[in-house]
């Protein structure tokens, strides 16, 4: 697939403003971005339901808008909203599918891949949202594609059954599928993904392996200010001085076990204990927020707060790996 300066827009709003990236055969890529950042416009051009505005896609080598019939027979698209008839079972749903589809495989063994086959009698009405969501996935994977497009495809399930999605996820990769995604989960991208583009309104404001896109962000160290000492009291750490957040020392250094020999060292020699210490690696997460940080007034975030983009729009989020 490759997909070089497209730009998609709505009327007057460009949406998507000059996007560039290819992804080889077997990859999983993940398009990950702040919200309205273009991610489904842009997978929507892929899929070829749109044009671009601008710009060249190409998926297989063909041109996925005018190509369509081509394309689509080689691929598998999970919406964020799939449109069932709420009447049919779930059994029903997956044969009705199978009937509009070339090389399907046996409703069984889709619905035993989702994890539903207890389900299959149920009215489609009934399931809940992350049950859904499964048949969607179902519905997706019916034609073995060679490509398979993931919008959200994890939103409203349980920690379970993302897993276990996630399983299923990477055995479709493992067995060659190329596999495009986008998440709000950034935990998702930094389990499944070779490589992720990080869109912001319109543009891809870092890109690469999760390694290369979080190269150089460092290590994060927070402590509760030790009773009696302020912010000044406390040392540099590897030449970084601490911020503050919530009552807390932040620092942020190229490696964490050096500078926290470091602070052990400059502790035991004043008696201060360091009650609460909290280390972890930087994350996808702390990318996204410096990008919300860019657009947002100085003081609504610090360093300390833990708040994935999910976490701003969806109650049941889980936060990115520590
Ligand atoms: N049909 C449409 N008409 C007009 N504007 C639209 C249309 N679809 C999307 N937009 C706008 O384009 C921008 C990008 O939307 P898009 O759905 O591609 O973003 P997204 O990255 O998928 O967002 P989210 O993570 O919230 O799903 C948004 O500002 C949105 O309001």
Redesign the pocket.
Known sequence: MEVVDLRRS??E?E??RGVSFSIARGELFALL????????????VLEGYHPPTSGRVRVFGLDPFTAGPQVRRRTGVML?EGGFFKELTVKETVDCWRSFTSRARPTAAVLAEVGLEARAGTRVGQLSGGERRRLDLALAVLNEPELLFL??PTTGMDPEARRATWRLVAGLRAAGTTVVL?T?YLEEAQQLADRVAI?DR?VIAAAGTVAEVLAGRGDLITLPLPPGLDLAALPELLGAAPSSADGRAVYRVPRSAPALAALHAWAASRGVELDGLEVRSGSLEDVFLDLADRHAPADRHSPGEHHT?ADR?SPTATGASR
């Open positions: 709505y009327g709003y949406a998507v971005g702040t919200n309205g950042a273009g991610k489904t416009t842009t997978l929507e964020q919008d959200e986008t709000h869109m319109g983009p729009h």
